[in-house]
Nanobody
Framework: QVHLVESGGGLVQPGGSLRLSCAAS????????MGWYRQAPGLERELVAL???????EYADSVKGRFTISRDNAKNTVYLQMNSLNAEDTAIYYC?????????WGQGTQVTVSS
């Protein structure tokens, strides 16, 4: 079993920044692909950013140039630095770890962008 714990969400003004963290624990062997998804009210969960075992990154078009995903393999932790936030970024953000054939999810952390 794998356990993911997110932190770092909150309320921020438009144009502000937040940094999300996700720490993985449990039956983790080696380095696994990890990422961030988000779900806004009334919408489906969507990919925000992924980082592979080799450090290759992938971003949703809507966050390119504003968000940066990174990882610390020694700590089994993935981060999401979010800059220039706007109201459209308001959502619950979920951490994901893929250990084929299984995918694990965190409990989610709320990010609200509002003045």
């Amino acid at each position: 079993q794998v356990h993911l714990v997110e932190s770092g969400g909150g309320l921020v003004q438009p144009g502000g920044s937040l940094r999300l963290s996700c720490a993985a624990s449990g039956s983790i062997f080696g380095v696994n692909p990890m990422g961030w998804y988000r779900q806004a009210p009334g919408l489906e969960r969507e990919l925000v950013a992924l980082i592979t075992t080799t450090g290759r990154t992938e971003y949703a078009d809507s966050v390119k140039g504003r968000f940066t995903i990174s990882r610390d393999n020694a700590k089994n932790t993935v981060y999401l630095q979010m800059n220039s936030l706007n109201a459209e970024d308001t959502a619950i953000y979920y951490c994901m770890l893929r250990n084929s054939p299984y995918t694990y999810w965190g409990q989610g952390t709320q990010v609200t962008v509002s003045s």
